[in-house]
């Protein structure tokens, strides 16, 4: 399996704190990508990475930031947590963003805003 | 609006039974891809198709990408309980981002 790890896996949170999601990976990939996932939605980009401090926004940014200072390590943080950020965040890495390349995603993380 | 429309949003067969699930779009990509969700995990990764009319298949998988580019099917011959999953097919146009539909969701009864 491909070395990418997610966490926490699941986090309960109030409305109004920060919240940050790691995501970590092995494989020395360049890109990584924070999708969320909503019944009805689908997998939807909220920010990917290029390589070390290059980021760009997705479709669904507001909201959220990103960082990323190391190759291995991108994280995903919720600046003021609403609840219409309760959601399934998935990282995922791939070699080339090419066409003939395909995601490895995380197992997830299962966020709740109360 | 939705780039990726999938089709049928639900299927439950019984096992043995073949099916076919689809992905449409108005638009043209140069890349589409299936993946495979199972609860409480990530999508994995079927089968990448790049060329018009491109057909691919994984043991009893067929998957076929339209000849314009802009759809795609997944047929399933002898569907097995194992089958059971969420069926995602993502595409690009750019290579940068790809762009998911919201599923198919299979049911395969013993």
């Known amino acids: 399996d491909a070395g990418i790890t997610q966490s926490p896996r699941h986090k309960v949170t109030e409305t109004g704190t920060p919240v940050t999601l790691r995501c970590h990976q092995t494989?020395?990939?360049?890109?990584m990508y924070w999708y969320r996932q909503d019944p009805g939605h689908g997998l939807r980009l909220i920010h990917y990475s290029y390589g070390v401090k290059d980021t760009d926004k997705g479709e669904v940014s507001d909201g959220y930031s990103v960082s990323r200072s190391k190759t291995e390590d991108f994280l995903l943080t919720l600046e003021s947590a609403t609840s219409s950020q309760t959601s399934v965040y998935f990282c995922?890495?791939?070699?080339?963003?090419?066409?003939?390349?395909?995601?490895?995603f995380g197992s997830g993380t299962r966020l709740t805003v109360v | 609006t939705q780039l990726l429309e999938q089709s049928p949003q639900f299927l439950s067969i019984q096992e043995g039974e073949n099916l076919t699930v689809y992905c449409n779009s108005s638009s043209v990509f140069s890349s589409l891809q299936w993946y495979r969700q199972e609860p409480g995990e990530g999508p994995v990764l079927l089968v990448t198709v790049v060329t018009g009319g491109e057909v691919k298949k994984l043991k009893r998988l067929t998957f076929q990408f339209g000849d314009a580019r802009k759809d795609s099917s997944l047929h399933i011959t002898a569907a097995q309980p194992g089958d059971t999953g969420l069926y995602l097919c993502a595409a690009t146009n750019t290579g940068n981002q790809f762009y998911f539909g919201t599923g198919t969701s299979l049911t395969v009864i013993p």
């Open positions: 494989e020395n990939h360049r890109y």
């Open positions: 995922a890495i791939s070699e080339s963003p090419g066409r003939s390349y395909g995601y490895t």
